[in-house]
Structures are given as C-alpha cells and as structure tokens.
C-alpha cells in the first residue's frame, strides 16, 4: 500500500509569506538594534519618554502580537520539519 504526502500549494504559499514577513522582521529588529547601539556609543546613554499613554499601550500591545507571530512562525516550522521528516521516510521505505 502507497502512502503518498500530499502538499496543497496555497499552504506552500502562506507558510513562504509568513516565513518571509518573520525574516523581514527580524532583519528590521536587528536594524533597530543597531541603531539603539549606535545612540548609546555616541551619547553615552539613550532615555525613552512616551507621554501619550494610548500610543504607549498600543507599543506594547503590537509589540506582544509581534511576539506572538514570531512564537507561531517557530511552531509551524518546527511542524514542518516533522512533515518533511515523515515524507523522507515514506521515500525511503518505497526505495527498499
């Protein structure tokens, strides 16, 4: 009996955009970084002031929902790697 994986190819697509948007997110916080670095070496020191507290919970809640995504991007990859795992065995059991 042929035990066939099959991939339907929007899953493909979603899975690639949301891996590309986690990728672009994480280039963007290391851009962040670096220029957080950059005020600190040429000021010595670098203070954070948001009088307005909506904008100050609106940062923090976009902050936990980036959070969020990027703990959901890490168990869809992680689940992905099992598939591609399963796949490679069904292969290699057709191979003997």
Known sequence: MKKTVSLDPTRRVRFAIVVL???LL???LALAWAIHMIIIAVHGSV????DN????WL?????MLICLFG???F?????RLGEHRKSEEIHRDRRS
Do not use: A, D, K
């Open 21 to 23: 948007v986690s990728q």
């Open 47 to 50: 203070y954070f002031v948001e």
């Open 26 to 28: 994480l280039i963007t």
């Open 59 to 63: 940062e923090i809640i976009i902050t």
């Open 71 to 73: 703990v959901t991007v």
């Open 53 to 56: 507290p909506f904008i100050l």
């Open 75 to 79: 168990i869809l990859q992680l689940r």
